[in-house]
């Protein structure tokens, strides 16, 4: 029955009957709906109803069609309503166009499409190109260049990667790696205001893509490997002054931490742990930046985000909690008050961050109905919270962890493995993850069809070493020294779809290189994703069968969107070049004979100048 | 009690005999000195200049003690950090046969003091003139340029790569050319 009734919403989507109103492109619409309906209503009538899970409505509206945010929608889902491009046809898909974004770094963002119109935002240095999708070949309607200060790219950690703009009312609001966020007028392409928050003389930059909520741009810092301490700020979408500032060390004040803070556990509970779970002002050059994802439920008014890794990686400079890092919180986005806060490693031992994305979900758990939040983090396991409380309801390994133990459901606790501690003067050997976690910041993608989650992830091992490190504002403040290798199985990356009620996986694709681009599922069930090596890949959401790829210029570590042209027709959209923190050796040209080069991530990598070479091509798709 | 003499004798002329490296026990602590302007390119229109040369390249470059030093401050200034143990990170890999602003230690000299645009802090003022030589002559060791007699300390730490000496000469990959 709920699959019926899940099977109306797809049809019945009001979205659809506001499309251009040219009888001939209302044709294929029917027929498209036509597609997805009939097989859902005989699934229905035949399977038993699967457990419904779907995201909140305030958080996921009807689908326009459009992408104006690098999640999708405020649950984060990555789920596209649009169903032309389906399992049968997909193999059909050609290249409709392509542009060149004339930068050679790892293009981690994700395109946006609003009305006629795709965004895009390049890395270092942050170009904006509008491109006029509704003329042939989509030339290029405005460009914006920010001219960021090139010395920042000497404190992006990991590549001068950008993840994405957000659009609301009107504008465009992007990061530059310099440290401002910056409002356009997305008809003109004019910029109307510019907020410079970051300071690259302490290290930091921005590497995000900002949420829009409720008038507000969220923004966070990144520079966990330079002791930059960590923050949030909303910034007013008018006219980009600063509204709140929520730091994720420091004194209850500083956090934001009020009467309003209620969190779950013991552990989290106290005065000012953002300061007594350090040693004396360590949480000044503490980290727990906020460079990853941010989502947002209209209904319980609350934004949830993570906190990264606190500095410097070795441990034994920083003995206690180090509140607030490697943790998520969920606070009131109009005054940025937390609510909770919940820590998924505490003591940081591997560069843990917890910045990951956070899809929310409304399901049954365990007979009850909860609002959920769904999380695969980095130390390795797949997070179920209750995302009114932040009580951990389920975490699964999703791969190989040796790091830890498991997760203590009554304390919340991550159960380290006591012979995988790290420390100054020491070699620990073969742990797992690796600092770049079982995944990284690549975001999955939610299904509410299917039920599963798909998580494009790593496979990675690695040696950890501490040293002595000295702190020297805006220079690194790291003190390991690591080596990765791959994981068991020798795959470095895998592709998991994860049955989020059943809570394990319901199968999982073995990739050569680590999967460092995003993923973006259909209601024609079909997921896509990038490796690489370059390959697009379209593969089905029920089995994982390859259904379709294409070879792009160079490695893909982009976040696939795809949206409904002017034409009324699917089209589906990626940025190919490689980078990132995976990629550095590339696009940085790194020397793979130092095994701890880009922290130890080359050792892993060594083959892979021979796999690609660096680029920055937008491709998009469309059936013929 | 004779042969004992002339064992002593002999042993003390076959000591002095031995060329003691030099080596300044208080290294010059004056910071902001070593002004020389280095070029980064070899493009000039009409004609080469003499490169310019300071004394004091060679004979950091060839000393075993000073190339250690350097090894330990790439590690204390955090160098290592960027760099990692050469191979690169946020900053180019040091290891290769690849230059962006030349590879002569008066180059590398100039690079750590007075840094440069895309993201190589300036250490002006934050690291005495003589060690800035000790860590330009550790820079070049990196790409096997250090002269094979003299070699920086062992490594204490996890294996990142084979110790400098044994590294072949980048530019040639250890092929004769």
Same mark, same amino acid.
């Given at each position: 029955?709920?699959?019926?009734?899940?099977?109306?919403?797809? #049809?019945?989507?009001?979205?659809?009957?506001?499309? +251009?109103?040219?009888?001939?492109?209302?044709?294929?619409?029917?027929?498209?709906?036509?597609?997805?309906?009939?097989?859902?209503?005989?699934?229905?009538?035949?399977?038993?109803?699967?457990?419904?899970?779907?995201?909140?409505?305030?958080? /996921?509206?009807?689908?326009?069609?459009?992408?104006?945010?690098?999640?999708?929608?405020?649950?984060?889902?990555?789920?596209?309503?649009?169903?032309?491009?389906?399992?049968?046809?997909?193999?059909?898909?050609?290249?409709?166009?392509?542009?060149?974004?004339?930068?050679?770094?790892?293009?981690?963002?994700?395109?946006?499409?609003?009305?006629?119109?795709?965004?895009?935002?390049?890395?270092? +240095?942050?170009?904006?190109?509008?491109?006029?999708?509704?003329?042939?070949?989509?030339?290029?309607?405005?460009?914006?260049?920010?001219? +960021?200060?090139?010395?920042?790219?000497?404190?992006?950690? #990991?590549?001068?990667?950008?993840?994405?703009? /957000?659009?609301?009312?009107?504008?465009?609001?992007?990061?530059?790696?310099?440290?401002?966020?910056?409002?356009?007028?997305?008809?003109?392409?004019?910029?109307?205001?510019?907020?410079?928050?970051?300071?690259?003389?302490? *290290?930091?930059?921005?590497?995000?893509?900002?949420?829009?909520?409720?008038?507000?741009?969220?923004?966070?810092?990144? *520079?966990?490997?330079?002791?930059?301490?960590?923050?949030?700020?909303?910034?007013?979408?008018?006219?980009?002054?600063? =509204?709140?500032?929520?730091?994720?060390?420091?004194?209850?004040?500083?956090?934001?931490?009020?009467? @309003?803070?209620?969190?779950?556990?013991?552990? @989290?509970?106290?005065?000012?742990?953002?300061?007594?779970?350090?040693?004396?002002?360590?949480?000044?050059?503490?980290?727990?930046?906020?460079?990853?994802?941010?989502?947002?439920?209209?209904?319980?008014?609350? !934004?949830?985000?993570?906190?990264?890794?606190?500095?410097?990686?070795?441990?034994?400079?920083?003995?206690?909690?180090?509140?607030?890092?490697?943790?998520?919180?969920?606070?009131?986005?109009?005054?940025?008050?937390?609510?909770?806060?919940?820590?998924?490693?505490?003591?940081?031992?591997?560069?843990?961050?917890?910045?990951?994305?956070?899809?929310?979900?409304?399901?049954?758990?365990?007979?009850?109905?909860?609002? =959920?939040?769904?999380?695969?983090?980095?130390?390795?396991?797949?997070?179920?919270?209750?995302?009114?409380?932040?009580? =951990?309801?389920?975490?699964? +390994?999703?791969?190989?962890?040796?790091?830890?133990?498991?997760?203590?459901?009554?304390?919340?606790?991550?159960?380290?493995?006591? @012979?995988?501690?790290?420390?100054?003067?020491?070699?620990?050997?073969?742990?797992?993850?690796?600092?770049?976690?079982?995944?990284?910041?690549?975001?999955?993608?939610?299904?509410?069809?299917?039920?599963?989650?798909?998580?494009?992830?790593?496979?990675?091992?690695?040696?950890?070493?501490?040293?002595?490190?000295?702190?020297?504002?805006?220079?690194?403040?790291?003190?390991?020294?690591?080596?990765? !290798?791959?994981?068991?199985?020798?795959?470095?990356?895998?592709?998991?779809?994860?049955?989020?009620?059943?809570?394990?996986?319901?199968?999982?694709?073995?990739?050569?290189?680590?999967?460092?681009?995003?993923?973006?599922?259909?209601?024609?069930? =079909?997921?896509?994703?990038?490796?690489?090596?370059?390959?697009?890949?379209?593969?089905?959401?029920?089995?994982?069968?390859?259904?379709?790829?294409?070879?792009?210029?160079?490695?893909?570590?982009?976040?696939?969107?795809?949206?409904?042209?002017?034409?009324?027709?699917?089209?589906?959209?990626?940025?190919?070049?490689?980078?990132?923190?995976?990629?550095?050796?590339?696009?940085?040209?790194?020397?793979?004979?130092?095994?701890?080069? /880009?922290?130890?991530?080359?050792?892993?990598?060594?083959?892979?100048?021979?796999?690609?070479?660096?680029?920055?091509?937008?491709?998009?798709?469309?059936?013929? | 009690?004779?042969?004992?003499?002339?064992?002593?004798?002999?042993?003390?002329? %076959?000591? %002095?005999?031995?060329?003691?490296?030099?080596?300044?026990?208080?290294?010059?602590?004056?910071?902001?000195?070593?002004?020389?302007?280095?070029?980064?390119?070899?493009?000039?229109?009409?004609? &080469?200049?003499?490169?310019?040369?300071?004394?004091?390249?060679?004979?950091?470059?060839?000393?075993?003690?000073?190339?250690?030093?350097?090894?330990?401050?790439?590690?204390?200034?955090?160098?290592?950090?960027?760099?990692?143990?050469?191979?690169?990170?946020?900053?180019?890999?040091?290891?290769?046969?690849?230059?962006?602003?030349?590879?002569?230690?008066?180059?590398?000299?100039?690079?750590?003091?007075?840094?440069?645009?895309?993201?190589?802090?300036?250490?002006?003022?934050?690291?005495?003139?003589? &060690?800035?030589?000790?860590?330009? %002559?550790?820079?070049?060791?990196?790409?096997?340029?250090?002269?094979?007699?003299?070699?920086?300390?062992?490594?204490?730490?996890?294996?990142?790569?084979?110790?400098?000496?044994?590294?072949?000469?980048?530019?040639?990959?250890?092929?004769?050319?």
């Amino acid at each position: 029955m709920k699959q019926a009734t899940q099977t109306a919403v797809f #049809c019945g989507d009001p979205a659809r009957t506001d499309l +251009p109103a040219a009888s001939r492109k209302y044709l294929g619409v029917l027929t498209a709906m036509l597609l997805t309906c009939v097989p859902l209503l005989t699934a229905a009538s035949e399977a038993p109803p699967a457990p419904a899970i779907s995201p909140p409505a305030a958080a /996921a509206p009807p689908d326009d069609g459009q992408w104006t945010m690098p999640a999708k929608n405020y649950a984060s889902t990555r789920y596209s309503e649009l169903a032309e491009i389906n399992e049968g046809n997909v193999k059909n898909l050609q290249v409709a166009f392509t542009f060149s974004t004339g930068v050679n770094k790892g293009q981690e963002a994700a395109p946006l499409v609003v009305g006629n119109t795709m965004y895009i935002v390049t890395p270092f +240095p942050n170009i904006v190109y509008a491109l006029d999708l509704s003329k042939p070949g989509a030339p290029m309607k405005w460009k914006y260049e920010p001219n +960021p200060e090139p010395a920042a790219q000497g404190v992006a950690c #990991c590549d001068v990667v950008n993840r994405g703009a /957000a659009f609301a009312d009107g504008r465009i609001f992007f990061n530059t790696l310099d440290g401002h966020t910056i409002a356009l007028d997305a008809n003109s392409g004019r910029p109307i205001w510019n907020a410079h928050i970051g300071n690259i003389n302490i *290290g930091e930059t921005i590497t995000m893509a900002p949420l829009v909520v409720k008038g507000k741009v969220l923004v966070g810092n990144s *520079g966990g490997e330079m002791g930059v301490r960590g923050w949030v700020k909303a910034l007013d979408a008018g006219d980009g002054h600063i =509204v709140w500032t929520a730091y994720n060390t420091g004194p209850d004040k500083d956090v934001l931490i009020g009467p @309003d803070f209620k969190p779950h556990y013991e552990m @989290d509970k106290g005065k000012d742990l953002g300061v007594t779970t350090w040693p004396p002002e360590a949480w000044k050059i503490g980290g727990g930046n906020m460079w990853g994802w941010i989502s947002y439920d209209p209904d319980l008014n609350l !934004i949830f985000h993570g906190t990264g890794n606190p500095g410097p990686w070795n441990p034994d400079l920083r003995p206690g909690d180090n509140k607030w890092t490697s943790g998520i919180f969920a606070r009131d986005p109009d005054t940025g008050a937390a609510k909770w806060f919940y820590q998924w490693s505490p003591h940081d031992l591997h560069d843990y961050d917890g910045i990951n994305e956070q899809v929310l979900l409304d399901m049954n758990w365990h007979g009850k109905p909860r609002k =959920v939040l769904v999380r695969p983090e980095r130390n390795g396991y797949l997070y179920v919270l209750d995302r009114a409380t932040g009580e =951990v309801l389920s975490a699964k +390994p999703y791969g190989p962890v040796n790091s830890s133990k498991g997760v203590d459901l009554k304390t919340g606790r991550l159960v380290e493995n006591p @012979d995988k501690l790290t420390g100054t003067g020491k070699v620990v050997r073969d742990i797992c993850p690796t600092a770049s976690g079982l995944k990284d910041w690549q975001p999955s993608a939610f299904s509410p069809k299917t039920g599963l989650l798909y998580i494009p992830h790593n496979n990675l091992c690695m040696d950890e070493e501490g040293v002595e490190v000295n702190y020297i504002a805006g220079t690194p403040y790291v003190g390991m020294n690591v080596r990765m !290798i791959p994981g068991p199985g020798g795959n470095r990356g895998a592709f998991t779809a994860w049955d989020i009620a059943a809570e394990k996986p319901a199968w999982s694709l073995k990739e050569n290189f680590p999967v460092w681009s995003g993923a973006v599922v259909t209601a024609g069930d =079909v997921v896509f994703y990038g490796t690489m090596e370059g390959w697009f890949k379209a593969v089905s959401a029920k089995t994982g069968d390859l259904l379709w790829q294409f070879k792009t210029s160079s490695g893909i570590i982009g976040q696939p969107i795809t949206y409904r042209g002017p034409d009324g027709h699917q089209y589906v959209a990626i940025l190919s070049g490689v980078g990132g923190w995976a990629g550095a050796i590339v696009s940085g040209d790194l020397d793979p004979r130092d095994a701890t080069a /880009a922290l130890g991530f080359v050792n892993a990598m060594k083959d892979l100048k021979n796999a690609t070479t660096a680029g920055g091509t937008l491709y998009v798709f469309r059936l013929p | 009690m004779r042969p004992v003499v002339a064992l002593l004798l002999f042993a003390s002329l %076959a000591l %002095a005999a031995c060329q003691r490296e030099e080596r300044d026990t208080r290294p010059q602590s004056a910071l902001g000195s070593g002004e020389q302007p280095t070029p980064v390119t070899t493009l000039e229109p009409g004609g &080469q200049r003499p490169a310019p040369t300071d004394n004091k390249a060679a004979s950091f470059e060839a000393n075993a003690f000073h190339l250690s030093e350097g090894k330990r401050l790439f590690g204390w200034f955090n160098c290592s950090g960027c760099h990692a143990n050469g191979g690169g990170g946020m900053g180019p890999a040091l290891m290769d046969e690849k230059w962006i602003y030349g590879s002569s230690m008066e180059s590398i000299h100039a690079t750590i003091r007075d840094g440069r645009p895309n993201g190589m802090p300036s250490f002006r003022d934050k690291i005495p003139d003589d &060690q800035i030589w000790e860590l330009a %002559a550790f820079v070049r060791s990196l790409s096997g340029n250090a002269p094979s007699s003299a070699a920086p300390s062992r490594n204490d730490d996890m294996m990142a790569h084979p110790s400098e000496n044994r590294m072949p000469d980048a530019a040639t990959l250890g092929k004769s050319p």
